[in-house]
Nanobody
Framework: QLQLVESGGGLVQAGGSLTLSCAAS????????MGWYRQVPGKQRELVATITNGGTTNYADSVKGRFTISRDDAKNTLYLQMNSLKSEDTAVYYCEADYRYKWFESSTSSWGQGTQVTVSS
């Protein structure tokens, strides 16, 4: 199966920047759309950004113009560059990937364990 491990979270002041990484490992047929999601206690997990294996990106309105999602398929790594951070960006950030374990199987998803991002005002 596909394992995802996030890194790069931490404490940053408002207006600062952070870059999250998500390393994918495991022998699978293909990795398709990947994305970043975030969750704060008491609220539902929400989409931050996604990127297809063709490079098409999609962003939540709240992060457009501040966050950039990218992927390096040679390194099996997903990134999220976060600039101009705000206190409302504080959350646990999760990496997600849609993949096929075998060519004949349906797509399924895998999630990382999450990394905490805290923005102090």
């Amino acid at each position: 199966q596909l394992q995802l491990v996030e890194s790069g979270g931490g404490l940053v002041q408002a207006g600062g920047s952070l870059t999250l990484s998500c390393a994918a490992s495991g022998s699978v047929f293909s990795i398709n759309t990947m994305g970043w999601y975030r969750q704060v206690p008491g609220k539902q997990r929400e989409l931050v950004a996604t990127i297809t294996n063709g490079g098409t990106t999609n962003y939540a309105d709240s992060v457009k113009g501040r966050f950039t999602i990218s992927r390096d398929d040679a390194k099996n790594t997903l990134y999220l560059q976060m600039n101009s951070l705000k206190s409302e960006d504080t959350a646990v950030y999760y990496c997600e990937a849609d993949y096929r374990y075998k060519w004949f199987e349906s797509s399924t998803s895998s999630w990382g364990q999450g990394t905490q991002v805290t923005v102090s005002s």
